[in-house]
């Protein structure tokens, strides 16, 4: 539990520009005394994603992808150490001493959550923590596909959502189990380092396990959750051959299986798979993943053009006969031109996406441009949208 005794805020938490080499002024840092509830409390009313707390450095703060020095004092062993002795938990105390690295997670009612990673940074103790909303967006408040509902009618297979880090990956996960959380009736398993999104039950019931807290590893805990009657299972990320494997299995035996992975499209997605494995192995794999793949979801974040926040664009490959045609033979790479021509299927290419957030009026095409991965298609794209070719997008 947090201090409950909360300072004043002050009104400014970053500065307005971006991330600057000069320390904050002697007449602002005291008045910024640093109380790490309060802070973390301004940093999710000012809308930040991420905070970034190290010894001998101000609080550091990511807001709409940038980063920013803030304009409190620098941060002291002393300070440190109260914040660690604040917020780690207390069976996690002991780790401060003897790791390097750990994950946690910790919550303020009423105004967020947040996932902690604990590292060393020069030998002193160091902290990066991303601000996880309380609620739980709706589809349409992302302006997600719609399409992404069809991943829930399955009753089996394997759903990935794809990114880098910071991509929203973990907030468009929670967002498609809360929607079956209010339409369908299911056991949802989730097993998560550290657990990000609390679902309440609705119409679904939860179960949500943390890794050192109510399992030792992803694999052990697949296994063991194959008997414990899921019919959804959510991994909070595949990221050795183990897991993949065990999540391949569990997907196979009849339950409905969702991860994450850290890629930046469908073609990516289905070789870093195949490819987690030794040569040999990998025809088998193929096939595998062939029959129980339904599809991947691979997004980006994007500046809005009013400056509240970012939001999503997002490639979806729905598996049709053709896509695992094209895996089992071997011949990914055709799977790009089932994305772009298979709008009938629900499928939508990253560019696609992009043009239907700057046909909305949510990002601007100077932003469509940067951020896409073929911007000579995209400036076609926006031309012909804009000269009266525009087409069924």
Do not use: W
Request: charged fraction near 25%.
């Amino acid at each position: 539990m947090l201090d409950e005794n909360i300072q004043n805020l002050a009104e400014e938490l970053y500065q307005t520009e971006e991330l600057k080499e000069e320390a904050p002024q002697e007449s602002q840092a005291e008045e910024l005394k640093f109380e790490i509830e309060s802070f973390l409390r301004l940093a999710v009313k000012q809308g930040v994603s991420d905070i970034h707390l190290r010894i001998n450095s101000v609080p550091v703060v990511r807001k709409d992808g940038s980063i920013m020095k803030t304009k409190y004092a620098l941060i002291t062993e002393q300070i440190m150490e109260n914040v660690l002795s604040a917020i780690v938990p207390s069976k996690l105390q002991h780790k401060i001493k003897t790791s390097y690295d750990f994950d946690f997670s910790i919550e303020i009612p009423n105004v967020a959550r947040f996932r902690v990673n604990f590292l060393k940074d020069y030998g002193r103790a160091a902290l990066v923590m991303r601000v996880v909303p309380i609620e739980i967006p709706s589809i349409e408040e992302l302006y997600l596909p719609p399409t992404l509902r069809d991943f829930l009618s399955y009753n089996n297979g394997l759903v990935l959502v794809t990114g880098p880090t910071g991509s929203g990956k973990s907030t468009t996960l929670a967002t498609l189990l809360d929607y079956m959380n209010s339409t369908a009736c299911n056991h949802v398993l989730t097993l998560e380092d550290p657990i990000e999104f609390v679902h309440k039950n609705k119409k679904c019931v939860f179960t949500q396990r943390q890794l050192g807290t109510d399992s030792d590893s992803f694999p052990n805990a697949l296994k063991y959750a194959l008997r414990q009657d899921p019919d959804i299972i959510l991994i909070g990320e595949m990221r050795d051959r183990e897991t993949i494997m065990s999540a391949l299995k569990a997907a196979e035996t009849g339950h409905l299986v969702f991860s994450t992975l850290h890629t930046t499209d469908a073609v990516q997605t289905i070789n870093r798979i195949i490819n987690s494995f030794e040569p040999h192995e990998r025809e088998a794999i193929r096939n595998q993943l062939a029959s129980i793949l339904r599809g991947t979801i691979a997004q980006k974040l994007l500046k809005r053009k009013d400056n509240k926040g970012r939001v999503p664009a997002a490639e979806v490959l729905v598996v049709t006969p053709a896509a695992k045609d094209y895996i089992i033979r071997n011949e990914i790479d055709n799977i790009y031109n089932l994305v772009e021509e298979g709008n009938y299927t629900g499928m939508m290419s990253m560019n696609v996406s992009i043009l239907k957030l700057v046909k909305a009026n949510l990002i601007t095409p100077e932003v469509a441009v940067e951020s896409s991965n073929n911007p000579n298609e995209i400036k076609q794209m926006l031309q012909g949208a804009f000269h009266g070719t525009k087409g069924n997008v």
